[in-house]
């Protein structure tokens, strides 16, 4: 079992900057995918960004430039910093952790950030 606690998320003006963290426990983090996903009212829930075990990371098109995905395993944690907010980057954000080899995802509860002026 893993545990994961969202933190960070809060209101700030377009073109600022917000960093969201996510803190593990329960289980052997590092051996995890870790993925920040989030979903905005009315749309689905997308993923936003993902850094592998190893350190891979892959972005969605839509933040590529303006977010950036680490982990800390030392710390038990994954960040996403996120610079040059726009409205649109609106949603609540979620973190995901990911065993691949037996599919096995834990969710955390969420964290709301909202880009208005």
């Known amino acids: 079992q893993v545990q994961l606690v969202e933190s960070g998320g809060g209101l700030v003006q377009p073109g600022g900057s917000l960093r969201l963290s996510c803190a593990a426990s329960?289980?052997?983090?590092?051996?995890?995918?870790m993925r920040w996903y989030r979903q905005a009212p009315g749309k689905q829930r997308e993923l936003v960004a993902a850094?592998?075990?190893?350190?891979?990371?892959v972005y969605a098109d839509s933040v590529k430039g303006r977010f950036t995905i680490s982990r800390e395993n030392a710390k038990n944690t994954v960040y996403l910093q996120m610079n040059s907010l726009k409205p649109e980057d609106t949603a609540v954000y979620y973190c995901n952790a990911y065993y691949s080899p037996t599919g096995t995802n834990y969710w955390g509860q969420g964290t709301q950030v909202t880009v208005s002026s």
């Open positions: 850094i592998t075990s190893g350190g891979t990371t």
């Open positions: 329960g289980s052997i983090f590092s051996i995890y995918a």
